[in-house]
């Protein structure tokens, strides 16, 4: 038994967080609400109540998952940035302006849109790469200043250059058929982006634990001074780092773009890139893990929708809900007493059997 | 006389699961030194840490004169007369001598620093127990032996009854040490019970009433040390017999390999750490180079390896010179590098022993296509590593930080030493592992200079640049002072002056 709980202790430290979440959340309901019951049913179940509300989880999911990969791929190099919301961004308002402005069939289109949206969340991931590898700058303060840049930038390319003079809002002109994601779920918004998503998760995962570049982005990340050593291009892989984390970020924004909005309407930019720190942190920036993470944190956020719609419980009791995960998971002295006791137990059983055996 | 510490069942687990301590129980009398010996690992300085509030054990008791205390942390201990002097001092480098030794005891004018009395009590204390320091000066600005002495005060002053030191003589030259033995003499006549740390048996003989072995967590015995030699105490830590010879020099004349000529470095202080450093190495042989700690070792060894750039100088390898290149360029024409801090350099801990074994070589064919990584050759290529260098793992798979010291250090050494190198830079390489570790490394070692390798041997240990080396070097504040061949009966007497720059070889005549 004790074996089993050093070998998972990761995962049942994190279900016994989500458990107290829950608790302290029942709680909460119970004190707030008319009817806490209804409350219970929708804050626990609630996007399975129609089938378009379980699309929205994975609709939502797709770009949170994206940006997770984008934050790991540095966060593993020991990047610690936050620079996904702006290249998210950005890269959505360029790839929109070049899709409206541009014709092609879609076989085409759809590639290119991508890869200049990938392109261009990479030159953003590039500055504050270049600008750490080369005078030790912080990329925490720089991405985190960067993502100003990056919105009121892009605002200034889609409200004065693509906006559509026509529509009540300030959004772009409509992206043509040619660059949509199709959504191919009825009921739902489910698009091609989202496979898109899982493909990618796949590939950062190959990349990080089965390629020559990825060993290189963990080795720097686990000990610099060890990768330096080993004859390891650090230099390089900091800026890489940042450059591959920023494609993504990039793939992340546009392809929400053109499988659910067809244009680009927003006017903030839309919280991705953090949840996707968050969803690093919490998947340990491992590709599989933080996509479920990922889906978990859009499961409580349509909770929230539902029980905004449906109940006296404000939508804010999931917020409450994911920061006490959050803390409690990131907290490393969470339950690492308990882990110490059951190490020394373990210890000490395995001792007696030397002993006995010799 | 009677017992002033008595230990009973102590049982330590640390919280990676490594038992440090399989219930020990050890007595020590009062007005002894008291030296526990052990191989790295064994567990002495865990129990010592136990005794001074730095570790808290599962299990077991303290006794102190008579007495049964409860020891939370280095208060507690200070406050029953116990006192430890660290293997890495614990000072404030920017403070004087006095202002350290009444930290958190100085005494007071109002709310200001009373100079005048604690000048006085300085005084005092040293004089009393003989132990000179001067005590206006920046601990920064005196050398290590008197670092240790203020160390030693410091317990003093607080009222230590018993006295620990962990491993006092790693950092001092044999005049140092010899002074420290006087030292510890003084304090047994003051009545002082001193608890010694060591694995340097020849110093454990030499100083210490009692002897206890540690192996493996557990007391395999404590004697007087006038029954003991010190090829038993050997014998009883390591479990088998240990060789401590001088390795005869390799009698084939090798061709220079590595040639530096006038490396000189100046440091981010504008601080000049290496001045006109030349040295050849030969194929066939070890090149020692001794010294006290911080005198431009860990420079020289860096900007051989690529690590760190020359201010000028050249380095040539064979004759194509190699200043100033990348690490990678640089272990590509076959240089291999232990380096001094295995922690820091050598190994990633929380990567396996696979990423750690492969990081010099995942880029070669052998390990991998144009973008995978073979696994199956990495896992078979660690495995036999593992085996051939007799590596203590569960499984390759394993992070390096669930290993002991001295099998971390074979992780180093067994990369190092596989890529077949034409000159190994050894700095440090047996520094921390126990002794059984440590044969091994030097054997490797000479077996890779008896198939043709030079080897560079830093190190801070005069008994293994004496046992190992065909030529020393002697360092001091970054400038090579002296050569030696290594001759049969060289001691580490005859080195001593030239470490410490009381003498120099154009001076010597």
């Given at each position: 038994?004790?074996k089993?709980?050093?070998k998972?202790?990761?995962?049942?430290?994190t279900?016994?967080?989500?458990?107290?979440g829950?608790?302290?959340?029942?709680?909460?309901?119970?004190?707030?609400?008319?009817?806490p019951?209804?409350?219970?049913?929708y804050?626990?179940?609630?996007?399975?109540?129609?089938?378009?509300?379980?699309g929205?989880?994975?609709?939502?999911a797709?770009?949170?998952?994206?940006?997770?990969?984008?934050?790991?791929?540095?966060?593993?190099?020991?990047?610690f940035?936050?620079?996904?919301?702006?290249?998210l961004?950005?890269?959505?308002?360029?790839a929109?302006?070049?899709?409206?402005s541009?014709?092609?069939?879609?076989?085409i289109?759809i590639p290119?849109?991508l890869?200049?949206a990938?392109?261009?969340?990479?030159?953003?991931?590039?500055i504050?790469?270049?600008l750490?590898?080369?005078?030790?700058?912080?990329?925490?303060?720089?991405t985190?200043m960067m993502?100003?840049?990056?919105?009121?930038?892009?605002?200034y390319?889609?409200?004065?250059?693509?906006?559509d003079?026509?529509a009540?809002?300030?959004?772009?002109?409509?992206?043509?058929?040619?660059?949509?994601?199709?959504?191919f779920?009825?009921?739902?918004r489910i698009?091609?982006?989202?496979?898109?998503?899982?493909?990618?998760?796949?590939?950062?995962y190959?990349?990080?634990y089965?390629?020559?570049?990825g060993?290189?982005?963990?080795m720097?990340?686990?000990?610099i001074n060890f990768?330096?050593?080993g004859?390891?291009?650090t230099?390089?892989?900091?800026v890489?780092?940042q450059?591959?984390?920023?494609?993504?970020?990039?793939?992340?924004?546009?392809?929400?773009?053109m499988?659910?909005?067809?244009?680009?309407n927003?006017q903030?930019?839309?919280?991705?890139?953090?949840?996707?720190?968050?969803?690093?942190?919490?998947?340990?920036?491992?590709?599989?893990?933080?996509?479920?993470a990922?889906?978990?944190?859009?499961?409580?956020?349509v909770?929230?929708?539902?029980?905004?719609?449906?109940t006296?419980?404000?939508?804010?009791?999931?917020?409450?809900?994911?920061s006490?995960?959050i803390?409690?998971?990131?907290?490393?002295?969470?339950?690492?007493q308990?882990?110490?006791?059951?190490?020394?137990?373990?210890a000490?059983?395995?001792e007696v059997k030397?002993e006995?055996?010799s | 006389?009677?017992?002033?510490l008595?230990?009973?069942?102590?049982v330590?687990v640390y919280?990676?699961?490594?038992?440090?301590?399989?219930?020990?129980s050890?007595?020590i009398?009062?007005?002894?030194i008291h030296?526990?010996?052990?191989?790295?690992?064994?567990?002495k300085?865990?129990?010592?840490?136990i005794v001074f509030g730095?570790e808290?054990?599962q299990?077991g008791?303290?006794?102190?004169k008579g007495?049964?205390?409860k020891?939370?942390?280095?208060?507690?201990a200070?406050?029953?007369?116990i006192?430890m002097?660290?293997q890495?001092?614990?000072?404030?480098?920017?403070?004087?001598?006095?202002?350290?030794?009444?930290?958190g005891?100085?005494?007071?004018?109002?709310?200001?620093?009373n100079?005048?009395?604690?000048?006085?009590?300085?005084?005092?204390?040293?004089?009393?127990?003989?132990?000179?320091?001067?005590?206006?000066?920046?601990?920064?600005?005196l050398?290590?032996?008197l670092?240790?002495?203020?160390?030693?005060?410091k317990?003093?002053?607080?009222n230590?009854?018993?006295l620990?030191?962990?491993?006092p003589?790693s950092?001092?030259?044999?005049?140092?040490?010899?002074?420290l033995?006087?030292?510890?003499r003084?304090?047994?006549?003051?009545?002082k019970t001193?608890?010694?740390i060591?694995?340097?048996?020849k110093?454990?003989?030499?100083?210490?009433?009692?002897?206890?072995v540690m192996?493996?967590?557990?007391i395999?015995v404590t004697?007087?040390?006038e029954?003991?030699?010190e090829?038993?105490?050997?014998?009883?830590?390591v479990?088998r017999?240990?060789?401590?010879?001088r390795?005869?020099?390799?009698?084939k004349e090798?061709?220079v390999i590595l040639e530096?000529?006038?490396?000189?470095?100046?440091?981010?202080?504008?601080?000049?750490?290496?001045?006109?450093?030349?040295?050849?190495?030969?194929?066939?042989?070890?090149?020692g180079?001794?010294g006290?700690?911080g005198?431009?070792?860990?420079?020289?060894v860096?900007?051989?390896?690529g690590?760190?750039?020359?201010s000028?100088?050249?380095?040539?390898?064979?004759?194509?010179?190699?200043?100033?290149?990348?690490?990678?360029?640089i272990?590509e024409?076959?240089v291999?590098?232990?380096?001094?801090?295995?922690?820091?350099?050598?190994?990633?801990?929380?990567?396996?022993l696979?990423?750690n074994i492969?990081?010099d070589?995942?880029?070669?064919?052998?390990?991998?296509?144009?973008?995978?990584?073979?696994?199956?050759?990495?896992?078979?290529h660690?495995n036999?590593?593992?085996?051939?260098f007799?590596?203590v793992t569960?499984?390759?798979?394993?992070?390096v930080?669930?290993?002991?010291?001295?099998?971390i250090?074979k992780?180093?050494v067994?990369?190092?030493l596989?890529?077949?190198?034409?000159i190994i830079?050894?700095?440090?390489p047996?520094r921390g592992?126990?002794?059984?570790?440590?044969?091994?490394?030097?054997n490797?070692?000479?077996?890779?200079?008896?198939?043709?390798a030079?080897?560079?041997?830093v190190?801070?240990?005069?008994d293994?640049?004496?046992k190992?080396?065909?030529?020393?070097l002697?360092?001091y504040?970054?400038e090579?002072?002296?050569?030696?061949t290594?001759?049969?009966?060289l001691?580490?007497?005859?080195?001593?002056?030239?470490?410490?720059?009381?003498?120099?070889?154009?001076?010597d005549g």
């Amino acid at each position: 038994m004790d074996k089993y709980v050093l070998k998972y202790f990761n995962l049942i430290r994190t279900i016994i967080a989500i458990l107290i979440g829950i608790f302290i959340c029942i709680l909460i309901i119970f004190i707030i609400s008319k009817d806490p019951q209804d409350g219970l049913r929708y804050f626990l179940l609630g996007p399975f109540t129609s089938v378009s509300r379980l699309g929205n989880v994975i609709e939502m999911a797709s770009p949170i998952i994206l940006c997770g990969l984008a934050i790991a791929i540095p966060f593993q190099a020991e990047q610690f940035n936050v620079g996904a919301e702006g290249a998210l961004f950005i890269s959505a308002a360029v790839a929109t302006g070049f899709g409206v402005s541009t014709a092609f069939p879609k076989i085409i289109h759809i590639p290119l849109i991508l890869l200049v949206a990938g392109g261009v969340g990479a030159i953003w991931g590039f500055i504050p790469g270049i600008l750490k590898a080369k005078w030790n700058t912080n990329e925490l303060v720089v991405t985190l200043m960067m993502n100003y840049v990056a919105l009121f930038l892009s605002l200034y390319i889609i409200n004065f250059h693509f906006r559509d003079k026509k529509a009540n809002f300030l959004v772009s002109y409509q992206l043509p058929k040619t660059a949509w994601f199709d959504q191919f779920i009825e009921n739902t918004r489910i698009h091609y982006g989202v496979l898109l998503t899982v493909v990618l998760v796949i590939l950062v995962y190959i990349l990080l634990y089965k390629t020559k570049l990825g060993y290189e982005i963990r080795m720097t990340g686990l000990n610099i001074n060890f990768a330096k050593y080993g004859g390891i291009n650090t230099f390089k892989i900091i800026v890489l780092s940042q450059v591959i984390g920023g494609f993504i970020a990039g793939i992340a924004g546009i392809s929400e773009v053109m499988g659910i909005h067809r244009r680009f309407n927003w006017q903030a930019t839309p919280g991705y890139g953090w949840d996707g720190v968050t969803v690093a942190i919490i998947g340990r920036n491992h590709p599989i893990l933080i996509a479920f993470a990922s889906i978990f944190i859009a499961y409580i956020r349509v909770s929230g929708q539902v029980l905004n719609l449906l109940t006296d419980v404000p939508s804010e009791i999931v917020t409450i809900f994911e920061s006490i995960i959050i803390l409690l998971i990131t907290a490393e002295a969470f339950l690492s007493q308990w882990k110490y006791k059951i190490t020394v137990r373990e210890a000490e059983k395995r001792e007696v059997k030397v002993e006995s055996a010799s | 006389m009677g017992t002033i510490l008595s230990l009973k069942d102590i049982v330590k687990v640390y919280p990676n699961g490594v038992i440090a301590n399989k219930g020990v129980s050890l007595d020590i009398e009062d007005g002894v030194i008291h030296a526990i010996v052990g191989e790295n690992g064994a567990g002495k300085t865990t129990l010592m840490k136990i005794v001074f509030g730095l570790e808290e054990a599962q299990e077991g008791e303290i006794y102190f004169k008579g007495k049964k205390i409860k020891i939370k942390n280095p208060y507690d201990a200070i406050k029953n007369g116990i006192g430890m002097v660290h293997q890495h001092f614990m000072l404030a480098p920017d403070l004087t001598v006095y202002e350290n030794l009444l930290l958190g005891i100085e005494p007071k004018r109002g709310i200001f620093l009373n100079t005048k009395k604690a000048i006085e009590i300085t005084k005092k204390v040293s004089n009393d127990y003989g132990l000179p320091v001067p005590y206006d000066k920046k601990i920064k600005d005196l050398p290590i032996g008197l670092r240790q002495r203020v160390e030693i005060l410091k317990a003093l002053i607080r009222n230590a009854e018993l006295l620990i030191l962990d491993e006092p003589t790693s950092v001092l030259t044999p005049q140092e040490t010899e002074v420290l033995f006087n030292t510890l003499r003084n304090l047994k006549k003051a009545g002082k019970t001193i608890i010694f740390i060591s694995h340097k048996l020849k110093e454990v003989l030499e100083i210490a009433d009692k002897v206890t072995v540690m192996r493996d967590g557990k007391i395999v015995v404590t004697k007087n040390a006038e029954d003991l030699t010190e090829h038993e105490i050997a014998y009883l830590m390591v479990g088998r017999e240990i060789s401590f010879e001088r390795i005869p020099p390799n009698n084939k004349e090798g061709e220079v390999i590595l040639e530096a000529k006038n490396i000189s470095f100046v440091n981010e202080d504008n601080i000049k750490v290496l001045k006109d450093v030349s040295l050849k190495l030969k194929s066939y042989e070890i090149l020692g180079l001794c010294g006290v700690e911080g005198n431009g070792q860990t420079e020289l060894v860096e900007i051989l390896t690529g690590l760190r750039k020359a201010s000028s100088g050249k380095i040539f390898l064979k004759d194509k010179e190699i200043t100033n290149l990348l690490p990678r360029e640089i272990r590509e024409k076959k240089v291999s590098h232990i380096p001094e801090d295995r922690m820091k350099n050598g190994v990633a801990e929380r990567a396996t022993l696979e990423e750690n074994i492969i990081v010099d070589r995942y880029y070669k064919n052998s390990f991998s296509g144009r973008l995978l990584l073979k696994e199956k050759e990495i896992e078979n290529h660690t495995n036999e590593l593992i085996k051939k260098f007799n590596i203590v793992t569960l499984s390759s798979k394993n992070p390096v930080s669930s290993l002991s010291g001295g099998n971390i250090q074979k992780v180093v050494v067994a990369r190092e030493l596989s890529s077949d190198p034409l000159i190994i830079i050894a700095d440090q390489p047996t520094r921390g592992i126990d002794v059984g570790s440590e044969e091994l490394v030097h054997n490797l070692l000479k077996d890779a200079r008896d198939n043709g390798a030079g080897i560079f041997l830093v190190s801070a240990d005069l008994d293994e640049i004496l046992k190992l080396s065909t030529r020393i070097l002697v360092i001091y504040n970054g400038e090579i002072v002296k050569e030696f061949t290594n001759y049969e009966g060289l001691t580490g007497k005859e080195l001593g002056p030239y470490m410490l720059g009381l003498k120099k070889e154009n001076e010597d005549g």
